[in-house]
């Protein structure tokens, strides 16, 4: 009796490790498969609802134009927003080497005010800078130059949260202020057309 008992709590114990060992790999075999597609996919894009969007770089082109506080003689031209290419990431970028996804987007607001002369459109900068500065968004790139020919005056700045920029430029030699407002990419919805797309049309208020 004692012997048969040894022996059933021995069969007992290498079913109970067997069965441990069958779980630890499966768990192993998950966890590999989990790695490589994050691997193999890269950081995933964040969703994009393209009129929530367009909605928000318009209603920043309009602090933009608000904030250079131009007189009425130096009109701003409409714009749209258009959608840029956005490519694969992580090592499946390597299988599709400059090949754009079609699920993802770019979304840019690109509008301009002609004939403003040079100190005008240096006071019109500084004003959009101080407001930009004060609402937390970062500078990242600053262009001033001047060569024997030209003179350029630029700057860009990066929303607190990451993601949208306003790119603001001028030169002697259009004498325009152009600027361009844009957010990082992201995934739209399947049923999402560019083509006739009403909510992209911006024209300055007032």
Known sequence: ???????????SGRSVAYAVTGLVTVALLVAAVVAARA????????????????????????EVYDSFALPATYAASGGR?????????GLRGIAHIDEARSDVRSFGLRWSIPGVPEATARDAQRRVRQRLAQEGWKLTYEEDRAGATFRELGFRFESPGGGDHVDVQWNDSTTTLFISVYAACGQVPDDFVEHDWPEADWEPKG
């Open 39 to 62: 691997v193999w996919n890269g950081t995933p894009y964040p969703s994009a609802d393209p009129d929530a969007v367009a909605q928000r770089l318009k209603a920043r082109s309009d």
């Open 81 to 89: 927003v258009s959608t840029g290419a956005c490519y694969y990431r």
């Open 1 to 11: 009796m004692i012997n048969s008992s040894v022996r059933k709590a021995r069969v």
